[in-house]
């Protein structure tokens, strides 16, 4: 077998470690790391022996690993999941178009082997999450902000001009209502009497 490489396993904006860039860092500047290498091959095999699941399943589960301070990229994701499946750690089974992956007893073998090490990359999401996230964003706001790349994801393909000047439009709206805070009601000819 040939040495595995991926193409897309350094996707523009995505680090090594499979997160997206944060907008506004300087190139140089990743901020915290947030996996050791080898970290996000164990979580997956973890996640996966947990219950067998679908790539975009895991993406979600990640996600809520990091409480929204962080979504992994399926350029990253996808080509992780193909070398645990190489190394028969994974067997993925096709079904409806999407790939379904559960654990090899060879998977389970070396999840077993490396016990300690995942107690190590659950300790560092969770210090990581705190360091990332700065403030705790509430569950609905995570959920609506998941609903919202969910959406744009779902509309890949069907970008004209028109279409991108409205969902651009819609965006920076909401963006600069979020960032104007509240509107404080003014007082009304009732209260002024």
């Not at 350094?10 to 470690?17: C, I, K, L, T």
């Not at 609905?140 to 890949?156: D, K, Y």
Request: charged share 25%; hydrophobic share 30%; glycine share 10%.
């Amino acid at each position: 077998m040939s040495e595995h490489h991926h193409p897309h396993h350094r996707e523009q904006g995505v680090h090594a470690d499979g997160f997206e860039k944060r907008p506004g860092r300087e190139r140089g500047g990743r901020g915290p790391r947030v996996f050791a290498p080898g970290d996000l091959k164990l979580l997956l095999l973890a996640l996966i022996a947990e219950q067998p699941c679908h790539g975009y399943d895991l993406i979600r589960q990640i996600e809520t690993l990091f409480e929204g301070a962080y979504s992994p990229s399926p350029g990253v994701i996808y080509p992780t999941l193909t070398f645990l499946e190489e190394s028969e750690m994974i067997q993925g089974e096709t079904e409806g178009g999407k790939k379904r992956y559960a654990i090899t007893e060879a998977g389970r073998q070396s999840l077993s082997e490396q016990a300690i090490a995942l107690d190590g990359v659950r300790m560092r999401i969770d210090v990581s999450k705190r360091s990332l996230r700065g403030h705790d964003r509430p569950e609905e706001i995570h959920e609506a902000v998941h609903n919202l790349r969910h959406a744009l994801q779902m509309h890949h393909g069907r970008w004209n001009p028109e279409e991108i000047l409205r969902v651009r439009d819609l965006l920076n709206t909401t963006a600069k209502a979020i960032v104007d805070g509240p509107v404080t009601p003014r007082p009304t000819q009732e209260n002024a009497q």
